[in-house]
C-alpha cells in the first residue's frame, strides 16, 4: 500500500511538472512568417487597377478595472474577398503598435486573393507587442467595378469561465 501511494505521489508530480512545462513551451514558441509565395503575382501588366487603403483596429491588449490592469487577447485578422468571379490584390499588410511604430510586415510582394478567398493573420494571445491600440494597414487593387476587399478582426480570450469576443472593421481611408 505505500508502494501505490508512493507512486501515485510520483505520478502527480510528473503530470503536474510536463502540464507546466508544456504551458511555458507554448508561450515562448517563435511566431512563424506566413508564407504567402505562391500567391505573389507581378501586377506591372494590370494598369487598370483601382488602388485603395484600408485601416483596422486589432487589440492585443484591452485594460480591466483600470489602466493598470490588462488582459491578454488573441486576435484573427482576415482579408476577404468579397467578389464572386474577380481576384482582388493585397500589396501592403502592416502591423503597428500603440505608438504608432510599425512591428511586422507581412506582404512582401503582391498577392492575389481568389474569388471569395479568405486569408488570415493570427495575433497570438501571448504576442503583447501590438498594445492597445494596435492597427493594420492594408494596401489593395481590384479591377474596376469589383467590390473593395474586407477587412475584419476578431478578438477573443478566456480566464478561467470567463469568455471575452468583440469584433473591429476596417475602413478605407485612401
Not at 77 to 99: C, G, H, W
Not at 135 to 164: C, H, K, R
Request: proline share 3%.
Amino acid at each position: 500500500m505505500k508502494n501505490l501511494i508512493s507512486y501515485c505521489v510520483v505520478l502527480s508530480l510528473c503530470i503536474s511538472a510536463i502540464s507546466c512545462n508544456s504551458n511555458k513551451t507554448k508561450y515562448e514558441e517563435p511566431i512563424s512568417k506566413i508564407d504567402w509565395s505562391h500567391k505573389e503575382i507581378n501586377l506591372n501588366q494590370k494598369d487598370s487597377l483601382i488602388a485603395g487603403t484600408s485601416y483596422l483596429s486589432v487589440y492585443s491588449q484591452i485594460y480591466s478595472y483600470t489602466e493598470h490592469t490588462s488582459i491578454d487577447l488573441t486576435a484573427t485578422v482576415s482579408m476577404r474577398n468579397p467578389n464572386m468571379d474577380i481576384q482582388a490584390y493585397l500589396l501592403k499588410a502592416n502591423y503597428f503598435d500603440t505608438e504608432g511604430n510599425q512591428i511586422h510586415s507581412y506582404i512582401d510582394n503582391p498577392i492575389a486573393l481568389s474569388p471569395m478567398e479568405t486569408l488570415e493573420i493570427v495575433i497570438a494571445e501571448f504576442d503583447k507587442k501590438g498594445g492597445t491600440g494596435g492597427n493594420f494597414i492594408f494596401e489593395w487593387a481590384i479591377e474596376p467595378d469589383s467590390v473593395e476587399p474586407i477587412f475584419e478582426s476578431v478578438m477573443i480570450s478566456t480566464y478561467g469561465q470567463q469568455g471575452l469576443s468583440f469584433t473591429t472593421q476596417g475602413h478605407r481611408i485612401k
